[in-house]
């Protein structure tokens, strides 16, 4: 979570470090096919293939 609000203290906060007690990140937890990131709804088959491709590229999960 620190690396989020690092990035949204740089990106919305013009990096004001007095932005940082400002963000709050919440985190709703939903069943999978409710999944949404801003309009997206990715589907599983997006997912998947999401990964997949993260894989071929060597990248790899903090």
Not at 7 to 13: F, N, S, Y
Not at 27 to 55: C, H, M, S, Y
């Amino acid at each position: 979570m620190e690396k989020i609000t690092d990035l949204l203290v740089e990106v919305e906060g013009g990096g004001d470090t007095g932005f940082h007690q400002q963000v709050w990140i919440e985190i709703i937890e939903t069943e999978a096919p409710n999944w949404q990131v801003g309009k997206l709804r990715p589907t599983k088959d997006d997912i998947a293939g999401f990964v997949r491709r993260r894989g071929k590229c060597g990248a790899t999960p903090p």
